[in-house]
Every structure is written in structure tokens, then in C-alpha cells.
């Protein structure tokens, strides 16, 4: 079974950047869907970015440009740089992953996402 867990939230101020880190375990020698949420207090959780097992990326409207999804193969983590953080971008982070079958394509549907960590809360103050 997978599992995930995130690191690296914390506070900083509007234009700072953070890099989180999600370290996974358990995972088959399959493709899989991986990607980030978040969601805020009061508000629905977004899908902020995922990537397919061919490595392409996607990106909500939001954060593009400013953030940066990436895998670090070696150490099994899925990676979120966070360039320009703005106070809006404030919210528990979480990454999450599914197996990607063949003909398969990865999405930022949350409900497919089978594996997920317990989040990591990023705080961004004007």
C-alpha cells in the first residue's frame, strides 16, 4: 500500500517561496497520477498541479508560473516549488497519487486519488 507523507509548509511573507516535499513509500513498479491539493478554511479543495507517469504536468490557472510540480526519483518524492507566494495561496496542502492504467490519463479530480497524505499547512501574510 502507499503512503504518503508531506513536508516543508510554514510561514512567510507575500513574494517568498516554499518547497514541499511529499516522501512516498510502497509504491509498485506501475505508472501512477500524482499531484497536490489544497484547501482552505471555508473554502473547496483545488487541485494546484499533478503529473502524469510520462512526466507531463499540469497546472491550475492560478498558480501557474509561480509553481513548479516535480518528482525526485531517487528519494521516491514528489516535489512543489512555490515561487511568489501570495496570501491567497494560503491553505493545508495535501499530494496525493493513484495507479495510472494503460490508456489512463491523470486528471485533478481528487475522488480518483486513492492515496493521499495528511496534509501540510502553508500560511502566506501579506
Known amino acids: 500500500d502507499v503512503q504518503l507523507a508531506e513536508s516543508g509548509g510554514g510561514s512567510v511573507q507575500s513574494g517568498g517561496s516554499l518547497e514541499l516535499a511529499c516522501a512516498g513509500s510502497g509504491y509498485a513498479s506501475t505508472t501512477y497520477c500524482k499531484g497536490w491539493f489544497r484547501q482552505s478554511p471555508g473554502k473547496e479543495r483545488d487541485v494546484v498541479a499533478f503529473?502524469?507517469?510520462?512526466?507531463?504536468?499540469t497546472y491550475a490557472d492560478s498558480v501557474k508560473g509561480r509553481f513548479t510540480i516535480s518528482q525526485d526519483n531517487a528519494k521516491n518524492a514528489l516535489l512543489l516549488r512555490m515561487n511568489n507566494l501570495k496570501p491567497e495561496d494560503t491553505a493545508v496542502y495535501v499530494c496525493a497519487a493513484r495507479i495510472m492504467g494503460p490508456y489512463d490519463y491523470c486528471s485533478g479530480d481528487w475522488f480518483t486519488y486513492g492515496w493521499r497524505g495528511r496534509g501540510t499547512q502553508v500560511t502566506v501574510s501579506s
Open positions: 503529473i502524469s507517469g510520462d512526466g507531463s504536468t
